[in-house]
């Protein structure tokens, strides 16, 4: 895909390459899987946002919502984590040195930073997929 391609794309990604599935135990995926935190109906163009101005630009408001940042990190806070450690070797912890910082504050930011990274990753398939 080129850059306008997939500025012009408002088709789920899931709904472009599927689903992950399971064969024996093992997690089968498709060729670019959207991650549980992350909302099913994300397109290329909401990715192609999220790297050009990041999270809190609104580009991906689940991520900057307070309400809806706490649910997702209390559902699926360790991924997130662990996503951010694989990603970049170890797990920030700026984000909680700053003085009053709520635990709100801080789900946003570490959700926005794994969704971020992601975008980036996914973002970098997007323009090398011939589709």
Known sequence: MTNDDIWNTDASIISLFGRSRFENGQQINPLLSVPAWINDDIAPNDIAA???GGCESGAY???VTYYQALQTMSEHGDDVFD???NALGEIPDHFAEHEGVSWSGMAT???SLAVELWASTAHGFLLEWEC
């Open 109 to 111: 930011r570490y959700l």
């Open 61 to 63: 408001m689940p991520a």
């Open 83 to 85: 996503y951010i450690d």
């Open 50 to 52: 999220i790297v050009q």
